[in-house]
């Protein structure tokens, strides 16, 4: 969501940290995708990209026993690809795109 005009994680950010006791607090659906209803979007779009982009690991080859275990650089890599294709921080993004090919 965007929370005072900026993308948010509402899930982990305290209103506290956010405005002053008495001042207005500002919360909209996120900037990127269609609204469904209130603060409900449409993310089915995001979820088809993320998918032709592979972000997950893929092993050369599977264990002859047991499950694959990845390593920490694997997991470190994909965790950064990760919350670059978060839906929040893309949402950020369209949003700093728009306002500056408009100037």
Request: hydrophobic share 40%.
């Amino acid at each position: 969501m965007r929370v005072n005009g900026q993308a948010k994680l509402v899930c982990k950010t305290r209103i506290e940290e956010l405005v002053e006791e008495g001042e207005t607090l500002s919360v909209e659906p996120m900037g990127n995708q269609p609204v469904i209803k209130d603060l409900i979007v449409d993310i089915s779009s995001f979820f088809a990209k993320m998918t032709q982009v592979s972000p997950f690991l893929q092993p050369d080859s599977l264990p002859e026993q047991g499950e694959f275990i990845a390593s920490n650089d694997s997991m470190e890599k994909l965790l950064t690809e990760m919350n670059v294709l978060c839906v929040v921080y893309v949402s950020q993004i369209v949003q700093f795109l728009r306002l500056t090919t408009r100037l």
